[in-house]
């Protein structure tokens, strides 16, 4: 076993990130579910360029509760770590592995990225988080990083014989015991994680089929992987993919048993700045729908906010329908959205559409 110190500039970060780093704990889930999709979306790319050795097989992200052992695990089979990648990125923080891997595969990967401190708002939540992991490379060992949200962490060799990593988030205090609750759980993966690029499993689900024919046809139950997201939503498509249905159907999809809209745009800008999305233009006339039926902020498939006021002029405000774009930061604070120079440049690119 090899213990250290986490480096940082700071004496402690951690009362830092249990305080100030996100105005809402539930995030760490975000923060750590686009992590697997990122270590997921490298594991691909490095598959596509033919180095990756043998099959890359299912990479279903998992989200598993453990409400006696009072686990939440975080489990991908992406790209994996290296002891000395754990090191690097794990135990030195503020460096960020996604700049170094987008600088190398220019244009071959959407990383995610770029959050803040990420990885570390586990400790939001987790009084104890462990990180087991296995790196895709041929005959990689697999390794265990244990911290108690102090500047002490562990390094050993663990138990793994298949790629990817388990974040287990071990939580202790009664006041975060909601994040152990299955409704809980599921409803943050609604939030954050219904448009995520890589398929999301929490658990298992009822299902009905049909059985026999004619008279004799009976109702059989049956178990079926919960799967959280839409891997492909239609704003990520080209429009010339999509028919009237499509973008009606993605409409309920976003907002379910609402009237259908009258029209809609289907942006795809990039410059000066990378924004795609679709915006409907509602019925008027039901003015809770209008009111309920927010515009969705996403980042790369993330889900940000739903307070857009920042972003889309106040008279646009009664459109419904989502933006993504890459280059709005994710630790956002409302104050800070109003200073990001992107976020003016989108105001300024949507009035003109
Ligand atoms: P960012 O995602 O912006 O790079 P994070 O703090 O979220 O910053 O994560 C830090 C780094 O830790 C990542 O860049 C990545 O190298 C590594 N990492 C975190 N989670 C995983 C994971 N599930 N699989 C592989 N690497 C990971
Ligand atoms: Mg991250």
Redesign the pocket.
């Known amino acids: 076993m090899q213990k250290g110190n986490i480096s940082v500039q700071t004496e402690n970060i951690f009362p830092i990130i249990k305080q100030f780093l996100y105005s809402e704990r539930e995030v760490f889930l975000r923060?750590?579910v686009?992590?697997?999709v990122?270590?997921t979306t490298k594991l691909n790319t490095l598959a596509k360029r033919g180095e990756v050795e043998g099959e890359v097989g299912d990479i279903t992200i998992e989200i598993l509760l453990d409400e006696a052992a009072k686990t939440l695990t975080?489990r991908?089979k992406?790209?994996?770590?290296t002891e000395e990648?754990v090191n690097k990125?794990?135990n030195q923080v503020a460096f960020?592995?996604?700049?170094e891997f987008i600088e190398k595969y220019q244009g071959e990967a959407n990383i995610?990225?770029?959050?803040?401190?990420?990885?570390?708002s586990a400790f939001m939540v987790a009084s104890k988080v462990e990180v087991v992991?296995k790196s895709y490379q041929p005959n990689a060992v697999p390794v265990k990083w244990t911290c108690l949200g102090t500047p002490e962490y562990t390094i050993e060799a663990a138990e793994r014989d298949f790629r990817?990593?388990d974040?287990i988030l071990h939580i202790e205090n009664p006041e975060d015991k909601e994040f152990l609750e299955n409704d809980h759980v599921e409803s943050l993966l609604q939030k954050y994680c219904k448009f995520l690029p890589v398929p999301i499993q929490f658990g298992m689900r009822k299902d009905y089929i049909e059985e026999g024919e004619g008279e004799e046809a009976t109702e059989k139950e049956i178990e079926i992987p919960n799967l959280i997201n839409n891997p492909s939503p239609a704003w990520t498509k080209q429009p010339a993919e999509l028919t009237d249905e499509d973008y009606k159907n993605f409409y309920n999809e976003l907002y379910p048993y609402s009237t259908p809209p009258l029209f809609w745009i289907h942006l795809n800008i990039d410059y000066p700045f990378n924004l795609t999305g679709i915006l409907y233009f509602p019925k008027v006339g039901n003015s809770i729908e209008v009111q309920k039926n927010k515009i969705q902020l996403y980042s790369n498939q993330v889900y940000v906010t739903d307070e857009v006021k920042e972003i889309v002029p106040e008279f646009l405000t009664l459109l419904h329908g989502i933006i993504d774009s890459p280059d709005i930061p994710l630790n956002v604070s409302r104050s800070y959205l109003q200073s990001d120079s992107n976020v003016r440049k989108s105001q300024a690119t949507l009035l003109k559409k």
Do not use: P, R, V
């Open positions: 923060e750590l686009s992590n697997a990122d270590a975080i991908d992406g790209i994996g770590m990648e990125y794990l960020s592995s996604a700049q995610i990225g770029h959050f803040g401190l990420g990885f570390y992991t990817g990593t974040i």
